[in-house]
């Protein structure tokens, strides 16, 4: 679509065409501590998880919630 005619993202949040293209925004990696953590899953018992895992690799479902304690 032409620049400047109201199509892009930018123009239609800020209603003007100032950058145009792709932006990004690079951050360093946040350090990770290796192994597990315990918690009380979804399912009210005590659980390990591990640090890089996503809660869809954990199998945790949407609205889930999980207590953590040292």
């Not at 979804?42 to 809660?55: A, C, D, K, N, R």
């Amino acid at each position: 679509m032409p620049f400047g005619q109201g199509y892009t993202v930018e123009e239609q949040v800020t209603g003007k065409a100032e950058h145009g293209g792709l932006q990004f925004d690079i951050f360093p990696l946040r350090p990770t501590p290796p192994g597990t953590f315990k918690g009380i899953g979804p399912s009210g018992h005590e659980q390990s998880f591990l640090f890089y895992m996503t809660p869809e690799e954990l199998s945790i479902p949407d609205g889930a919630q999980i207590c953590f304690y040292p």
